[in-house]
């Protein structure tokens, strides 16, 4: 699942090391066009429908809160 | 006495209300009186520099309260300003800087270095080293100035590479505001919260409807727009009541149903403009909050100021039909001309052309590029008369509304941001000079596609890397396609018309 995450952070910002970082948006690496792409990848990718009441910065600050938000939405591997 | 500039509105606006709330941002607030006096100080500095009027400041800051106090204390000198976006790379500040020549730029420590890194000759004035207690010079030159000055410039991508300035007079600015105050019945009583960048002209309506009538502006932090429930929390917690945002956003709430379990019920005046707002989510909007709401659909490029036609949505509205851009706004007047300068029948395409005090003054340090859309209304033999040419291409419906169809051009709209295809194109050709490649949009996908030549496909990241260096993030190209060969047509050119064909499936 974490290197899912990580190719589909890298497919929309290339030029990051999402591997690297844990505060994802403090450091300006994802805007709201980027986290859009990614709730529509995660979505398809896992067949889940993550809340809009889900999307929240300590749910995508990180790889690790990504893994827990999908936890959350029942995907466990 | 007839005002006549837009220090004196906001001066009449620190009389009456002296101790209200001006402007929040995400970490200061300030009354009335308090941004009379930062702006006052600021004045006072510009004018330690030069003693010139009507001469272009550049506002190098995000969008915060001392944004605004610059603004003001611009035009308290008798000065125009300039916010630039400190989101760009250094090569955009720079082309636009170079041809812009301001007499100064005003900043913060936090941004100072990104200015340093450009090769510039100009004059700083650096906020964070002003001291508020110094004694402010009261005699301001705007009281020199006339309506028709300009009062502030805006920079809209240009399809050579160097962005244009948009020069907008005070009278242009009374003219709009006034019109959208009475429109909408704009008092003190109105929290307004702010989406757009300062550096677009849609934020013009945010600011001034503080000034003008002494509504609360709230300059919503941008963080809250990657989240869209945290944007509902926070207008909940500030009761904001207006908002006037681009669709993007609008539309993101509607995916996620958002307002099914945020209800946000102090927002009465929902406006929205810089690009299409697809009818299936405002009709979520509709069906979601309460049926009272006031919804406008504003349109208007920047070279007008800010709206020139609307329509607020009615009973009329039906989900499955594109919504009408609507009916002029007073003041302003629309001409639509078909390829032979005459005017359009009912039903019959052409182009969307305005006349009015709303035309902006032209385009800074660039006659040519004035002259060939701001042109002589063709339809007046007898005397100088100026319209604007939109390049948009709109037919009037029977109902006379107007109804927007496309460009003429290859300019697009990307979240409320104007992109013109041949800007894009310039520095992508510029960092990779060995390339032959066009820049496409996807309609469907609302995604920018990079079509180039070569023998070995390039990696995304190497473009995307090198991109970032000159180009805004929401100019750079999300999509990648190599060809071994171009399309060309039998000149030698890029054969665009097919490549956008294949792009866009027609």
Known sequence: MKEKIITFLTEIRPEFDFSESSNFIEEGMLDSFDIVSLVASLDEEFEISIDGTEILPENFSSVEGIIQLLNKNGVTE | ?506
């Open chain 2, 1 to 506: 006495m007839i005002k006549i500039n837009l220090i004196e509105y906001f001066e009449s606006t620190v009389d009456q209300f002296p101790n209200k709330l001006a402007v929040v941002d995400g970490t200061s607030q300030l009354t009335f009186k308090e941004l009379t006096q930062r702006a006052k100080l600021i004045a006072t500095h510009i004018a330690k520099k030069s003693d010139a009027i009507n001469s272009p400041v550049a506002i190098y800051l995000p969008k915060t309260n001392d944004a605004i106090a610059s603004f003001l204390g611009t035009m308290y000198s008798g000065n125009c300003y300039t916010p630039l976006d400190t989101k760009n790379p250094a090569p955009r500040i720079e082309a636009i800087l170079k041809a812009l020549k301001p007499s100064c730029i005003i900043t913060n420590n936090k941004f100072l270095a990104n200015l340093q890194k450009c090769d510039l000759d100009v004059d700083i004035i650096n906020l964070d080293e002003l001291d508020g207690n110094e004694k402010v010079n009261e005699s301001y030159n705007y009281k020199k100035c006339v309506d028709t000055d300009p009062a502030y410039i805006l920079h809209t991508s240009g399809s050579t590479g160097v962005p244009k300035g948009v020069v907008i007079s005070h009278l242009s600015i009374i003219d709009y505001i006034n019109w959208v105050a009475d429109t909408f019945d704009i008092t003190e009583n109105e929290k307004i919260g702010n989406q757009t960048p300062f550096i677009f002209d849609m934020s013009t309506l945010d600011i001034y409807l503080m000034i003008f009538r002494g509504a609360t502006l709230y300059i919503i932090p941008e963080h809250k727009f990657i989240f869209p429930a945290t944007l509902l929390d926070y207008i909940n917690e500030h009761e904001i009541n207006f908002i006037f945002w681009v669709p993007a956003v609008l539309v993101n709430i509607a995916n996620l149903k958002l307002l099914d379990t945020n209800k946000i019920p102090t927002v009465k005046k929902v406006l929205f403009g810089g690009e299409v707002m697809p009818p299936k989510h405002l009709s979520y909007w509709i069906k979601s909050l309460e049926r009272k709401i006031v919804y406008g659909n504003m349109y208007g490029p920047t070279e007008i100021t800010g709206t020139c036609v609307y329509h607020i949505v009615d009973d009329s509205f039906n989900e499955d039909e594109s919504l009408p851009i609507g009916i002029p706004c007073r003041n302003t007047d629309i001409l639509v001309l078909n390829d032979k300068e005459e005017l359009c029948k009912v039903g019959e395409q052409g182009e969307l052309c305005v006349r009015g005090s709303s035309l902006a003054l032209g385009y800074w340090n660039n006659f040519e590029k004035t002259n060939t859309v701001f042109v002589q209304n063709p339809l007046n033999k007898s005397v100088p008369e100026r319209i604007y040419r939109t390049g948009d291409i709109v037919f009037l419906n029977e109902k006379g509304e107007y109804i927007y169809i496309g460009r003429k051009d290859f300019q697009i709209k990307l979240s409320g941001y104007r992109i013109d295809l041949g800007e894009i194109e310039h520095y992508i050709l510029s960092v990779f000079d060995t390339i032959n490649a066009g820049v496409f949009f996807d309609k469907a996908k609302e995604e920018i596609v990079l079509v180039y030549e070569s023998e070995t496909e390039i990696p995304v990241k190497d473009f995307r890397i090198k991109l970032m260096e000159v180009l805004s993030k929401h100019m750079i190209p999300t999509r990648y396609i190599k060809m071994d060969v171009l399309p060309k047509s039998t000149t030698g050119k890029i054969d665009r018309a097919l490549l956008n064909k294949q792009i866009n499936n027609i």
